[in-house]
């Protein structure tokens, strides 16, 4: 099977320089999913299935690509981005000064999260959880001593539309990767970008494989941004 994860587009976190609990997409973030949606519509292999977070940034994201492939999302909840303190209205230049200093905490304190948000750990599990959940209800199950998978459907191609955090957390996981509580600089997603990984069969069960990360081939220079 094919899952690919595609990291929503560049949201407004900042309006008239106030922070934003759930930020709606920029003019470029509205532009960097309709070229996403462009070059998925040209995949002649076709998808079967579009799973999107609630949150209105993947939500605005996933709208022209379902479009494009004639598909109706299916929206996961648990699969939104890790939950920060609410700064809802809050200067972005004191949040700014939250995350560049927090840059300097030991990895202990990383895994607990921020103040008011939610742990990293937490984090880590519900989007593990979540997606083995998401996979087992489509016939792919881990056989944990072995990491592999069983697959009951290899013609699936599935496409996962949600954020940094949340996807390099299920890329590590799928690729059985030492997690870290720093994920989303690990494994570094921009916005609207596509990391695709593939089944393949070995040792009598499957494997997933990367096939491309971070590719983002459909957007200008100057429409690439993190």
Do not use: C
């Not at 929503?8 to 997409?25: M, R, T």
């Not at 648990?78 to 840059?103: C, L, R, S, T, Y």
Request: no cysteine; hydrophobic share 40%; charged share 25%.
């Amino acid at each position: 099977m094919d899952l690919t994860f595609i990291r929503h587009g560049e949201p407004a976190w900042s309006v008239d320089g106030l922070s934003q609990l759930d930020p709606y997409l920029t003019e470029r973030g509205h532009q960097q999913a309709k070229l996403a949606a462009e070059r998925l519509a040209h995949d002649d292999r076709g998808f079967t299935e579009i799973i999107v977070s609630p949150a209105r940034r993947s939500q605005q994201t996933a709208a022209p690509i379902a479009e494009a492939l004639g598909l109706e999302p299916v929206t996961i909840e648990n699969i939104v981005e890790i939950k920060m303190p609410n700064w809802a209205g809050a200067p972005e230049e004191e949040v700014q000064k939250i995350f560049h200093d927090a840059q300097s905490r030991p990895e202990e304190e990383w895994w607990e999260g921020l103040p008011g948000g939610e742990s990293f750990r937490d984090f880590h599990n519900r989007i593990v959880t979540a997606m083995d959940k998401l996979l087992a209800e489509r016939g792919v199950v881990s056989i944990e001593e072995e990491h592999l998978w069983t697959v009951d459907d290899p013609t699936q191609r599935i496409l996962v539309v949600a954020h940094g955090g949340t996807n390099s957390v299920a890329l590590g996981h799928l690729l059985n990767l030492q997690p870290t509580p720093w994920e989303w600089e690990r494994l570094l997603l921009r916005h609207a970008s596509l990391a695709r990984t593939k089944t393949i069969e070995l040792a009598g069960a499957h494997t997933f494989s990367l096939r491309s990360f971070n590719d983002t081939e459909h957007l200008p220079r100057e429409m690439q941004t993190r």
